[in-house]
């Protein structure tokens, strides 16, 4: 099977534009799960999405969203960027039903907010 | 917040010595998972510890989840440099959450 991949690999954008990152998890995974990771915060979970309802979210401004399709791939965008927004942004994609089992994680996207 | 602490932060032993990482939830975890990640990596999983008291063994790697299912323990007997990497524990705090809360993970480094 492939494995979870991620769109586009590296960004750098400004402050104050938007960015759109996207996830295709492996296929037959539900569940997809967004996380941002930075060298001071570590992993830090944003949302998580199963069949295109957002069943998690974690602590991060409205600024962050997602969104999941049919075909269980997912989106997530940041508006108004932030210096602060620059991160690996990592999606995880997994079988779950109910509690979260195995995460199989893509390569990230990197982005950098000047 | 949900907080789950992950020590210590970095390692850095000998090839041939042993390293523990620990990590410690102020609530009882449902279930734990273990993930490492290598340098310019993605996490990748190793286990999942769900039992109070549960001991599980890969090869050189030993993970112990605790009686009160509130820390855990990642020991590696002999490290190898194909070792070398970030450890992550990943906490789910709630019984059917769909959210894991990570450690801050502890970086090894091993010299050869």
């Known amino acids: 099977k492939a494995g979870v991949t991620q769109t586009p690999r590296y960004l750098i954008k400004t402050r104050g534009q938007q960015v759109t990152l996207s996830c295709s998890p492996i296929?037959?995974?539900?569940?997809v799960s967004w996380y941002q990771q930075t060298p001071g915060q570590g992993l830090q979970f944003l949302f998580e999405?199963?069949?295109?309802?957002?069943?998690n979210k974690g602590n991060f401004p409205g600024r962050f969203s997602g969104r999941q399709f049919s075909n269980s791939r997912s989106e997530m965008n940041v508006s108004t960027l932030e210096l602060g927004d620059s991160a690996l942004y990592l999606c995880?994609?997994?079988?779950?039903?109910?509690?979260?089992?195995?995460?199989?994680f893509g390569p990230g996207t990197r982005l950098t907010v000047t | 917040g949900q907080q789950v602490m992950q020590i210590p932060q970095y390692q850095h032993v000998q090839e041939g010595e042993d390293f523990t990482t620990y990590c410690n939830s102020s609530?009882?975890?449902?279930?734990i998972q273990w993930y490492k990640q290598r340098p310019g990596g993605h996490p990748v999983f190793l286990i999942q510890?769900?039992?109070?008291?549960e001991v599980k063994k890969q090869k050189r790697l030993t993970f112990q989840f605790g009686e009160a299912k509130k820390n855990s323990s990642l020991h590696i007997t002999a490290t190898q440099t194909t070792d070398v990497g970030t450890y992550f524990c990943?906490?789910?705090?709630?019984?059917?959450?769909?959210?894991?809360?990570f450690g801050q993970g502890t970086r090894l480094t091993i010299n050869p």
């Open positions: 995880a994609s997994s079988l779950a039903g109910g509690e979260l089992g195995e995460q199989y």
């Open positions: 296929s037959g995974h539900r569940s």
């Open positions: 999405y199963f069949s295109e309802t957002q069943r």
């Open positions: 609530t009882t975890l449902s279930n």
């Open positions: 510890l769900v039992k109070s008291g």
């Open positions: 990943a906490g789910q705090i709630i019984q059917g959450a769909q959210k894991l809360v």
